[in-house]
């Protein structure tokens, strides 16, 4: 008795009927029986089991699949699902209408449970390379083709400039040769840090460009080249920053700062360096960027230094104040390995010249051929930098 009582009081049992299977789906979204709500995955995995009537062989594979897929966190599996949605479709999809997306484009009524099987696999295949890419991890087996370069140009465009719009586009260039995938994950980085970080132009372009680029290359596969990329984003650079004025302005804004990570100074000066033997081959061609570039040395983003020409901190009887106004611009700053960075501390130009010899960094020859380091040097260093950066970061 005590026991019938307690359900009486304590519990309530609500019956409610619904007559098709998207009335059902929507009801689960609001409520399941934890009183939590469910996830695009859950829901999407319950849709897919019932559209497979009583193929216990599919739906055993089907389950066995999406229970890899919804081993990882929830935020996690919804971003993963919303990527590869987008590279299928070829639409930028919202996280509200994914479900519907999938239901629409993916999984239509009539798919059989064969068809429904090989798919969910092919998303299990994608989830697993996902965890990888948004890692900023290289999502192929260790191989002599790829190097810590190559992986070093994937962890700066996912993890430390956050450009997880790519992440479409990168999921389908892992389905084709790893040569091409490199390729495209560094003029990626090139487009991202003009466009968006330096220029800081618009990132809406991000979500009409990459969807319909991420299911072209997925749907090539192996056919997949870079030279796909190049007019697309160049037809965008044309559009949105013609005569190069937003990307100058934006380079001539970068600022050092002396407790923050100067982040795309290093960048801006770490790709120039890098392609500092095409720029002086007289090609211009992206073709032949991507071959000359340096590949053979990693700037480690923690051991590259900035160095100051005219010093950061200089005495009283030092001080010029019109270089004092400029001395954070990019035209009194060249990357230099910490040893060596350490060892200038805050001496003069002329005291730290030496300590540009021999570095096998190409900006440093122009350093040397300097006696003093004033006003006059640090604008046309500010020049010099940006006819590089025009050239290395263009895509014609």
């Given at each position: 008795?005590?026991?019938?009582?307690?359900?009486?009081?304590?519990?309530?049992?609500?019956?409610?009927?619904?007559?098709n299977?998207?009335?059902?789906?929507?009801?689960f979204?609001?409520?399941?029986?934890?009183g939590?709500?469910?996830?695009?995955?859950?829901?999407?995995?319950?849709?897919?089991?019932?559209?497979?009537?009583?193929?216990?062989?599919?739906?055993?594979?089907?389950?066995?699949?999406?229970?890899?897929?919804?081993?990882?966190?929830?935020?996690?599996?919804?971003?993963?699902?919303?990527?590869?949605?987008?590279?299928?479709?070829?639409?930028?999809?919202?996280?509200?209408?994914?479900?519907?997306?999938?239901?629409?484009s993916?999984?239509?009524?009539?798919?059989?449970?064969i068809?429904?099987?090989?798919?969910?696999?092919?998303?299990?295949?994608?989830?697993?390379?996902?965890?990888?890419?948004?890692?900023?991890?290289?999502?192929?087996?260790?191989?002599?083709?790829?190097?810590?370069?190559?992986k070093?140009?994937?962890?700066?465009?996912?993890?430390?400039?956050?450009h997880?719009?790519?992440?479409?586009?990168?999921?389908?260039?892992?389905?084709?040769?790893?040569?091409?995938?490199?390729?495209?994950?560094?003029?990626?980085?090139?487009?991202?840090?003009?466009?968006?970080a330096?220029?800081?132009?618009?990132?809406?372009?991000?979500?009409?460009?990459?969807p319909?680029?991420?299911?072209e290359?997925?749907?090539?596969?192996?056919?997949?080249?870079?030279?796909?990329?190049?007019?697309?984003?160049?037809?965008?650079?044309?559009?949105?920053?013609?005569?190069?004025n937003?990307?100058?302005?934006?380079?001539?804004n970068?600022?050092?700062?002396?407790?923050?990570?100067?982040?795309?100074?290093?960048?801006?000066?770490?790709?120039?360096?890098?392609?500092?033997?095409?720029?002086?081959?007289?090609?211009?061609?992206?073709?032949?960027?991507?071959k000359?570039e340096?590949?053979?040395?990693?700037?480690?983003?923690?051991?590259?230094?900035?160095?100051?020409?005219?010093?950061y901190?200089?005495?009283?009887?030092?001080?010029?104040?019109?270089?004092?106004?400029?001395?954070n611009?990019i035209?009194?700053i060249?990357?230099?390995?910490?040893?060596?960075?350490?060892?200038?501390?805050?001496?003069?130009?002329?005291?730290?010249?030496?300590?540009?010899?021999?570095?096998?960094?190409g900006?440093?020859?122009?350093i040397l051929?300097?006696?003093?380091?004033?006003?006059?040097?640090?604008?046309?260093?500010?020049?010099?930098y940006i006819?590089?950066?025009?050239?290395?970061?263009?895509?014609?």
């Amino acid at each position: 008795d005590e026991v019938v009582k307690l359900f009486e009081e304590k519990f309530l049992l609500i019956h409610i009927i619904t007559t098709n299977v998207d009335d059902a789906h929507k009801l689960f979204t609001v409520l399941n029986d934890r009183g939590m709500t469910l996830t695009e995955g859950e829901l999407l995995k319950a849709y897919t089991i019932g559209l497979c009537d009583n193929s216990t062989q599919c739906i055993a594979q089907i389950s066995s699949d999406w229970d890899i897929i919804l081993q990882h966190p929830p935020k996690k599996v919804s971003d993963f699902l919303r990527w590869i949605i987008i590279m299928i479709s070829g639409e930028n999809v919202t996280t509200s209408s994914v479900l519907q997306k999938y239901k629409e484009s993916y999984f239509p009524e009539k798919t059989s449970p064969i068809d429904i099987s090989n798919k969910v696999k092919f998303m299990r295949i994608c989830v697993e390379r996902l965890q990888y890419i948004s890692e900023g991890e290289w999502p192929y087996d260790e191989s002599h083709v790829t190097t810590n370069w190559h992986k070093g140009k994937l962890d700066l465009l996912i993890r430390k400039l956050k450009h997880t719009h790519a992440m479409p586009v990168l999921l389908a260039a892992s389905f084709t040769h790893e040569k091409e995938f490199q390729n495209l994950v560094n003029e990626t980085c090139k487009f991202f840090i003009r466009y968006k970080a330096i220029s800081a132009l618009h990132a809406s372009i991000f979500s009409s460009l990459y969807p319909a680029l991420a299911q072209e290359i997925h749907q090539l596969k192996d056919r997949f080249t870079i030279k796909l990329v190049y007019p697309k984003f160049n037809e965008i650079l044309c559009s949105k920053d013609p005569d190069n004025n937003y990307f100058i302005t934006g380079i001539r804004n970068l600022r050092y700062q002396r407790k923050g990570d100067n982040k795309l100074l290093k960048c801006l000066l770490v790709t120039i360096e890098e392609n500092w033997q095409w720029l002086n081959s007289g090609s211009t061609s992206c073709e032949s960027r991507l071959k000359l570039e340096d590949k053979t040395r990693v700037f480690d983003f923690n051991n590259t230094t900035l160095e100051h020409l005219y010093p950061y901190s200089v005495g009283e009887n030092e001080r010029e104040e019109n270089v004092e106004k400029i001395k954070n611009t990019i035209g009194n700053i060249v990357i230099l390995d910490m040893t060596r960075n350490t060892k200038n501390d805050d001496k003069s130009f002329s005291q730290k010249k030496d300590n540009f010899i021999n570095t096998g960094i190409g900006i440093h020859q122009y350093i040397l051929e300097k006696t003093e380091w004033n006003e006059q040097d640090i604008n046309e260093l500010t020049e010099r930098y940006i006819g590089y950066a025009c050239k290395v970061f263009s895509f014609k």
